[in-house]
């Protein structure tokens, strides 16, 4: 049971992760428009790194998933 709920905890964290990219770079965006006055610019920018980096975590997870599922793939029948 622990290594299922585990297991499904990584997975939903999976989600998490487009979310928590793109909001933090629209924060350090939003930071630096301040500091440097140039409004909605760098909110932009950042606002499209962040949903890079989103999706490149995403799909790190994924990868490491499918991986750990190829590997125990049979051992995990409880």
């Known amino acids: 049971m622990n290594k299922k709920f ?3 905890l990584s997975i ?3 989600g ?3 979310v928590s990219g793109v ?3 629209v924060l350090i965006g939003y930071y630096l428009d ?3 006055n140039t409004s909605p ?3 932009i920018l950042f606002f499209f790194f962040g949903i890079i980096a989103g999706f490149r ?3 790190k997870d ?3 998933y499918i991986l750990n599922n190829e590997d125990n793939n049979g051992k995990d029948k409880k």
Do not use: E, W
Request: glycine fraction near 4%.
């Open 16 to 18: 998490l992760h487009l």
């Open 6 to 8: 585990f297991k499904y």
């Open 23 to 25: 909001v933090v770079g």
């Open 62 to 64: 994924v990868q490491k």
């Open 12 to 14: 939903s964290a999976i």
């Open 41 to 43: 610019i760098l909110t």
């Open 34 to 36: 301040k500091f440097f």
């Open 57 to 59: 975590n995403m799909y």
